[in-house]
């Protein structure tokens, strides 16, 4: 097949999962069917989205999910990523939307792979409250009793590590708080429902469960000992605190001790075995000292009062959404978890890997994912055990508070008339995985 680079993709392993993701409240619309979550909530608050929208119609995917599994049949792959709504479980008939599209995706033989919880809390609850866990695993027992003789493959959350910090430390997603490190409990919270989630699949009969971490390596701005210690506590908020509570049973450098309850009792539920463990990966993140001053990066607003500083990566591309092209990033960053966690880490799949950039003739997009898919194939050619890869996005979608204005997707969404256009992407991806089987 044609490629970015001109030269062909290496072949991966018999049984690698190709597909895309994507999330309820960015694409599923029909927003009056389901109760709130903290996003509606989030959204209707002025200035709070960058173009003033919303997410109530949105890709309307919940009246046209019969074109768009059509779309992802025609793309040719192996398995599609996308979440449950938890409000929208709650709501009456909520459960019969996700009956209809699992089974639209197993008639055209897709894979159906949900994730339970991206972000969209019901309004009346607060992941503050410890309770907030014990109500989402009695959600994902509902749900995995009602869809699990046709989902065979589980995951439980999305980003704790942004939902967290974004929308509890910094106040840039929803629910928008700034509670800055008062957010721990967050952290631990979520931590804690993903493991009792676990045990609710377990008990559901589930034997292929993971969670989707966001995860990326964090460079120092210098050797420098401040921007080494800065960039080692960066590392530690971003990476350490969401991954080895789960893979090692432990919160690293004593977090433990900032957290809320019997967090040795709670580690161990958090710590139940996993069989793969799903990696978000975007860029990589240069780390220095504070600098005393407030910056906007990325387009979230990084407070002088945080004990480090995020500087641009000089001398490579940039997205739409300003964030650095990296694809040796992520082998560095497989690399780094395998060395760092050995035989702890279960296999991993790359649960999203995309970019933001306009238009339907989209070279920049084909360029990056080449890229990334290519050292996906050198983790793999160093011994790391990857066992797939998910694009993100399958459409043009609410990109939380940036709105309508960045778009990821391998299909254009015109949100004016809902019109679907394959962009070259698209036809770039499905060559790739025509070429692999």
Same mark, same amino acid.
């Given at each position: 097949?044609?490629?970015?680079?001109?030269?062909?993709?290496?072949?991966?392993?018999?049984?690698?999962?190709?597909?895309?993701?994507?999330?309820?409240?960015?694409?599923?619309?029909?927003?009056?069917?389901?109760?709130?979550?903290?996003?509606?909530?989030?959204?209707?608050?002025?200035?709070?989205?960058?173009?003033? #929208?919303?997410?109530?119609?949105?890709? =309307?995917?919940?009246? $046209? @999910?019969? +074109?768009? !599994?059509?779309?992802? /049949? *025609?793309?040719?792959?192996?398995?599609?990523?996308?979440?449950?709504?938890?409000?929208?479980?709650?709501?009456?008939?909520?459960?019969?939307?996700?009956?209809?599209?699992?089974?639209?995706?197993?008639?055209?033989?897709?894979?159906?792979?949900?994730?339970?919880?991206?972000?969209?809390?019901?309004? #009346?609850?607060?992941?503050?409250?410890? =309770?907030?866990?014990? $109500? @989402?695993? +009695?959600? !994902?027992?509902?749900? /995995? *009793?009602?869809?699990?003789?046709?989902?065979?493959?589980?995951?439980?959350?999305?980003?704790?590590?942004?939902?967290?910090?974004?929308?509890?430390?910094?106040?840039?997603?929803?629910?928008?708080?700034?509670?800055?490190?008062?957010?721990?409990?967050?952290?631990?919270?979520?931590?804690?429902?993903?493991?009792?989630?676990?045990?609710?699949?377990?008990?559901?009969?589930?034997?292929?469960?993971?969670?989707?971490?966001?995860?990326?390596?964090?460079?120092?701005?210098?050797?420098?000992?401040?921007?080494?210690?800065?960039?080692?506590?960066?590392?530690?908020?971003?990476?350490?605190?969401?991954?080895?509570?789960?893979?090692?049973?432990?919160?690293?450098?004593?977090?433990?001790?900032?957290?809320?309850?019997?967090?040795?009792?709670?580690?161990?539920?958090?710590?139940?075995?996993?069989?793969?463990?799903?990696?978000?990966?975007?860029?990589?993140?240069?780390?220095?000292?504070?600098?005393?001053?407030?910056?906007?990066?990325?387009?979230?607003?990084?407070?002088?009062?945080?004990?480090?500083?995020?500087?641009?990566?000089?001398?490579?591309?940039?997205?739409?959404?300003?964030?650095?092209?990296?694809?040796?990033?992520?082998?560095?960053?497989?690399?780094?978890?395998?060395?760092?966690?050995?035989?702890?880490?279960?296999?991993?799949?790359?649960?999203?890997?995309?970019?933001?950039?306009?238009?339907?003739?989209?070279?920049?997009?084909?360029?990056?994912?080449?890229?990334?898919?290519?050292?996906?194939?050198?983790?793999?050619?160093?011994?790391?055990?990857?066992?797939?890869?998910?694009?993100?996005?399958?459409?043009?979608?609410?990109?939380?508070?940036?709105?309508?204005?960045?778009?990821?997707?391998?299909?254009?969404?015109?949100?004016?008339?809902?019109?679907?256009?394959?962009?070259?992407?698209?036809?770039?991806?499905?060559?790739?995985?025509?070429?692999?089987?």
């Amino acid at each position: 097949m044609a490629t970015a680079s001109g030269d062909p993709i290496p072949t991966f392993p018999s049984g690698f999962l190709w597909g895309v993701s994507t999330s309820a409240h960015q694409i599923e619309g029909a927003a009056e069917l389901r109760e709130p979550s903290v996003w509606d909530a989030f959204t209707a608050e002025p200035g709070r989205v960058k173009d003033s #929208s919303t997410a109530a119609t949105a890709c =309307d995917h919940y009246h $046209r @999910y019969r +074109e768009d !599994v059509a779309l992802l /049949a *025609d793309l040719g792959v192996d398995a599609y990523r996308f979440s449950i709504s938890w409000p929208r479980v709650n709501s009456p008939g909520g459960l019969d939307f996700y009956d209809r599209l699992v089974d639209e995706l197993c008639a055209a033989g897709v894979r159906p792979v949900p994730t339970l919880f991206h972000w969209d809390l019901p309004v #009346s609850l607060d992941w503050l409250e410890r =309770d907030t866990a014990a $109500r @989402y695993a +009695e959600y !994902v027992q509902v749900v /995995a *009793d009602r869809l699990g003789d046709r989902v065979k493959k589980w995951i439980t959350i999305n980003e704790p590590a942004e939902h967290t910090l974004f929308g509890h430390a910094l106040g840039a997603h929803a629910p928008g708080k700034r509670l800055m490190f008062d957010a721990l409990p967050v952290a631990h919270h979520l931590l804690l429902a993903h493991g009792l989630g676990v045990q609710a699949l377990r008990a559901s009969g589930a034997a292929d469960i993971g969670i989707a971490n966001s995860h990326g390596p964090t460079w120092p701005a210098s050797r420098e000992q401040p921007d080494l210690e800065a960039a080692a506590f960066y590392d530690l908020l971003l990476n350490r605190l969401f991954a080895e509570p789960i893979l090692l049973g432990e919160y690293p450098d004593g977090l433990g001790e900032l957290m809320p309850g019997d967090v040795a009792a709670d580690l161990k539920t958090v710590s139940e075995p996993l069989d793969f463990y799903g990696v978000n990966y975007y860029a990589p993140t240069r780390v220095g000292a504070p600098q005393g001053t407030e910056i906007e990066f990325g387009g979230l607003t990084i407070p002088a009062e945080l004990p480090f500083s995020v500087r641009e990566i000089e001398d490579v591309p940039v997205t739409d959404f300003g964030w650095p092209v990296v694809p040796e990033g992520l082998t560095e960053l497989l690399t780094t978890f395998r060395d760092r966690y050995g035989d702890r880490l279960p296999p991993v799949v790359i649960t999203e890997n995309g970019c933001s950039y306009e238009g339907v003739h989209d070279q920049a997009r084909i360029a990056y994912l080449d890229g990334h898919v290519r050292a996906l194939h050198q983790a793999l050619a160093a011994g790391v055990d990857v066992r797939g890869y998910f694009v993100w996005s399958l459409m043009d979608n609410f990109e939380w508070a940036e709105g309508y204005v960045q778009q990821f997707g391998l299909v254009h969404v015109d949100f004016t008339t809902q019109e679907r256009t394959k962009k070259d992407s698209y036809a770039w991806y499905r060559s790739l995985l025509r070429a692999q089987r």
